[in-house]
């Protein structure tokens, strides 16, 4: 078991490697690799959204920084949490995925997103405005 782990949801590797506003905020978990717990749904994300963005080089480069934390799969345990947090709170389906790792592992959940805003473990830092 992982002491004190933490998974970054998307919002917060992205905003991480833009360097964004709230990037000095998702730098402390990002930078204990050992205690990171990353959805593999995460790494479709932030892969996506980075060959988008930027180009392939630049989102391998991304999803090669994110494997160095366990990579979780989404299994048919987390599937079925995740499908029950989606319905109890209203969540959308990533977002109850990341959740559900998160309290697979009882890790810190990172995030901007909103939806989580006010949820027991979860760090939660609103988006700046640009």
Not at 12 to 31: I, M, N, S, T, V
Not at 39 to 66: C, G, H, N, W, Y
Not at 99 to 107: G, H, K, Q, S, V
Request: glycine letters at 4%; hydrophobic letters at 50%.
């Amino acid at each position: 078991m992982i002491p004190d782990p933490n998974v970054v949801d998307s919002s917060g590797w992205l905003e991480y490697f833009a360097d964004g506003p709230q990037a000095e905020r998702f730098a402390e978990p990002l930078r204990d690799p050992d205690r990171l717990i990353v959805p593999s749904l995460s790494i479709f994300e932030v892969f996506k959204r980075v060959l988008q963005q930027r180009d392939e080089t630049a989102a391998l480069q991304a999803a090669a920084l994110m494997q160095q934390g366990r990579v979780v799969d989404l299994d048919a345990v987390i599937t079925l949490s995740a499908a029950k947090l989606s319905v109890d709170l209203k969540l959308p389906m990533a977002d109850s995925v990341m959740l559900a790792t998160a309290r697979r592992f009882a890790a810190t959940l990172w995030t901007q997103d909103a939806d989580f805003a006010g949820l027991p473990d979860v760090r939660y830092f609103p988006r700046a405005r640009s």
